[in-house]
Structures are given as structure tokens and as C-alpha cells.
């Protein structure tokens, strides 16, 4: 008797699509959405680091803020936006911005990506605390404020003699980082 793939029988119940596809963890999300709070979404691609602030609505999800790290270009970023550092400054400035339309909190929804330490996720959302949102967090997960700041890529590039990228002197990199941070502290949003 061969071995099938597909299920038979009239009690068999095909699964939501965005569960088959792997894209959507459900348990996780009851999870989140029964906690009553914003979720701060997080998603990562090949150029930017973007994050959101969502509520739960009577038809399904609703945007409340959105911002990526694209946005960065506006305070004088020139760096690569898919570093850790871009991670931050964007998570800070969702922070900013959701502290000037009167959200407090929100919780971290990390979709499908792992809970790597000192990951892109934990350092976007170190910087949204660190604007003023609270959420819940553990400082484990964050990693070091050097590794933040860029101070890794910085080395790299030293020992590599790889010192630019796109025309970017990594070398600098934590130089600038500072630089950014400080004018969007200084920014009213």
C-alpha cells in the first residue's frame, strides 16, 4: 500500500493557508493579541529593517504607525540600513513617533524569526524602549550597547582593511551612529 500525502476522510479539516505555508504561527499569536496591548511587528529584508505598531480590530489587524529604516535618510543616515545599528535607530524612532500620538506600551511581536541574542529584532526593540514605550523585555536578549552601536563592524573593517561600503567609511560607523542618535533625541516628532 503506498503512502499518500494527502489526507482522506470526511472528518479531515484542511488547515488555514497561512498556517500550511509556514507563515503564520497561531498559537503565538493568540498569545499576543489576548494580552489586549499594540504589537510592535518587526520584519527584516534585504534592505531595510521596518517595524509597526498594530492593533487588533473588529475585522483583523489595524496599522496604527509604520516606520523603516529607509525613513533614517531624513536625520542624515548614510550607513547601510540593514545593520544592527539601523535596527536601533529605527526601533527609536517608531519609539519617538509613538510616544507623539499617545502610545505608552506595546509588546514585541518577532513573527517567525528566532530570538537570537543581539539580534536585529531585540536591538529595533532596545531602541523603542529606550525612547520611552514600555514593554516587556529581558536584558539578555539585547546584547552589548557596543555591538549596538556598530563597534563590531567598525573593528571588522579595521582588520580587514575593508574599510568602505557603498562609499560609507565603516570605520566611523559608531561616530555616526552617535550623530543620528542624538538629532533624533533632539527631533519633535
Known sequence: MGVTNMANGPRYKVKMRRRREGATNYNRRLALLKSGIPRLVVRISNKYTSAQIINLGPIGDHTILSVS????????????????PAAYLTGFLLGK???????????LDIGLHSGTKGSKVFALHKGAIDAGIESPHGEVAFGSWERIRG?????????????????????????????????LEEASL
Open 97 to 107: 513617533k509613538a510616544l507623539s500620538t499617545g502610545i505608552k506600551e506595546a509588546v
Open 69 to 84: 529604516s529607509k525613513d533614517l535618510s531624513a536625520y542624515g543616515w548614510t550607513a547601510s540600513t540593514t545593520n544592527i
Open 151 to 183: 563597534e563590531h563592524i567598525s573593528e571588522f573593517a579595521e582588520e580587514t582593511k575593508n574599510k568602505l561600503s557603498n562609499g560609507f567609511d565603516l570605520t566611523t560607523l559608531p561616530n555616526h551612529f552617535d550623530e543620528v542618535l542624538a538629532k
